[in-house]
DNA sequence: TCGTATCATCTACAGGTGTAATCATCCCGC
DNA sequence: GCGGGATGATTACACCTGTAGATGATACGA
């Protein structure tokens, strides 16, 4: 029988929680990496074990966020979301859910909150400029 | 036996669950309401029941994020927890997160997702000079 | 005074998350 | 060829979250 024509709908939206987070940025800044090489980076600075960072990397792959590529006997990990997209979809929720979809009262509270150095506002400052055009 | 000096550390810093948070924002829109004026405001938009809200009330007394006040029978919510530490922690939060502790970048985010618009523009403009002074 | 409507509290339960031990497999060196 | 180490898969389990029904107290009206 045919068998088709069922996984279409797979843009799957699955939300990366915080810890798969932490693998996600290893493979964002270097890929592909083995699940071993993943642990170097974060396991130290979360104090996790291998195990930890493979059953992540596992369900990374069931929400389509990462694949994988066998290389011999073990797998080799690739980001398949994109850090652009994950960080936009994550900004823009929390923009909606608190500020009401407004990104100018974010800012005021970062500014409230001492949170912007000098730094960021000459960016920012630039970047609006350039929006401005 | 002298039972005291046990609960000196209660700065308790309990995350604020999203559905927690939906009721948070009633509270800080008016306040105090009952359970029941709670839920005539986000009840019917969450889809949910009278229980949940009284739920996620009593989570957010323990989480000392809402205070009561018995009137009569029942109970009047206030909350403790003020809108704009809440917003200013979880900001601060997505920012150290996704972007280094860097709010640049989310602005950039934001502003490549088109998540800004004139009227955000035009604010963070003026907060910008009211900055920098 | 007594039932009942009204509240808050307790209990429940499924699904997600953090964290990891254990199991199964397979390839390499002896 | 075979045992052991490496590696992914399976299972585990406690806690948090979303959602809500059941239980218990209680004050008001009849």
């Known amino acids: 029988m045919p068998v088709a024509s069922d996984d279409i709908k797979n843009t799957s939206p699955d939300r990366i929680s915080e810890a798969e987070h932490a693998v996600m940025e290893s493979l964002w800044e270097r890929s592909p990496l ?7 980076e974060v396991c130290t600075r979360r104090d996790w074990s291998l ?3 493979k059953t992540l ?14 290389d011999g006997r073990r797998f080799l990990y690739t980001p398949v979301l994109e850090k652009s997209d994950y960080t936009g979809a994550e900004s823009r929720r929390l923009v909606d859910r608190l500020f009401g979809g407004r990104a100018a009262p974010l800012f ?3 500014a409230e ?9 000459a960016e920012m400052e630039a970047l609006l400029k350039e929006l401005r055009k």
């Open 34 to 40: 083995t699940a071993l090489e993943i642990c170097e």
């Open 51 to 53: 195990a930890t960072v």
């Open 57 to 70: 990397l596992s369900r990374l792959v069931a929400k389509n966020a990462v694949a994988t590529k066998p």
């Open 108 to 110: 005021a509270q970062l």
């Open 113 to 121: 909150a001492e949170a912007l150095d000098e730094d960021d506002l």
